[in-house]
């Protein structure tokens, strides 16, 4: 089974493509080589501004709609429950679609938590009429869920967070697993894109011994034992490329198995530290830009 069931019944493929920091006029290249390598789940987000060439990547790669799972991210600046539905309607004209997969809040927004409730009142409303298939989150931590919780009438059905083997985060997904949350990891071959102003002492796991010596037991590449770690775990991966070749190479970790043990020595490398930015950190001004119209 190369998919995840969600807990609302709705399946998602299991390994997706990453558009982070992919840059416009490349993004549309990239989505249609993924879809061409038979990738069928494509994240996105507002604040990546590449959401239209995402759109033009699934028409061009002649891939049917319906086959493809597209996921996009509601941005801080369009929080609030009329804000989060006008915000679905500039995602769906610009991706070209009458419906999203999945659409879920980029940021807790700590400091403005009530307006991120309201955004995801929104994102209920949404799933009730049907144009969304499924609704989550994104950095949550256990306590942003709590409070979430709190209110909200439907579960998460995802909740994508820095996950790579110098960054578990095992505490969150136990809490994921209590409430029937998928985990879906972003950077998750290990923490190398570059978030700024932050952590600027980060190391790669790409050159981590350990997963060196596990890829050349099984004649893989580093990236796609890391991909088989969160696969066998039952997490959903989104690894971001521009590369045919590589993109290729991320699907293709199916004919393969790590053991019980290589499992235990990657989870073993676990920092605790991020590489990307830290969702408890009061940092209001990267929530200000605004999404431009459709």
Avoid at 181 to 195: D, E, K, M, R, V
């Amino acid at each position: 089974m190369n998919e995840w069931i969600l807990n609302n019944g709705v399946r998602l493929p299991a390994i997706g493509l990453g558009v982070f920091q992919s840059p416009p006029d490349e993004t549309v290249a990239a989505v249609e080589s993924a879809l061409r390598a038979g990738c069928r789940h494509i994240d996105t987000a507002a604040a990546y501004g590449n959401e239209r060439e995402v759109g033009e990547g699934l028409r061009r790669s002649g891939v049917p709609r319906e086959d493809v799972f597209l996921e996009t991210k509601v941005w801080v600046s369009d929080y609030g429950y009329d804000r989060t539905l006008h915000a679905f309607d500039k995602a769906a004209a610009k991706l070209g679609v009458d419906r999203l997969d999945l659409l879920i809040l980029h940021q807790p927004a700590a400091e403005r938590f009530e307006s991120t409730l309201e955004s995801y009142r929104a994102l209920q409303t949404l799933l009730a009429d049907g144009r969304v298939r499924a609704i989550g989150v994104s950095n949550f931590t256990p306590a942003h869920l709590e409070r979430l919780m709190g209110s909200a009438t439907v579960v998460p059905a995802v909740n994508q967070v820095e996950l790579h083997p110098y960054f578990a985060q095992a505490e969150l997904q136990e809490a994921h697993a209590r409430l029937g949350i998928l985990t879906q990891a972003w950077s998750p071959i290990g923490g190398i894109t570059f978030y700024p102003g932050w952590g600027d002492e980060r190391r790669s796991v790409m050159d981590d011994p350990t997963i060196g010596k596990i890829a050349g037991v099984h004649g893989k590449s580093p990236a796609q034992v890391m991909l088989r770690w969160h696969y066998q775990q039952g997490r959903s991966a989104i690894p971001k490329s521009v590369n045919p070749a590589r993109i290729a190479q991320n699907l293709d970790i199916f004919d393969f198995a790590l053991s019980e043990h290589e499992l235990a020595r990657i989870d073993a490398l676990d920092t605790g530290v991020r590489s990307g930015p830290d969702p408890d950190v009061v940092a209001p001004e990267r929530f200000e830009f605004l999404i431009p119209e459709a």
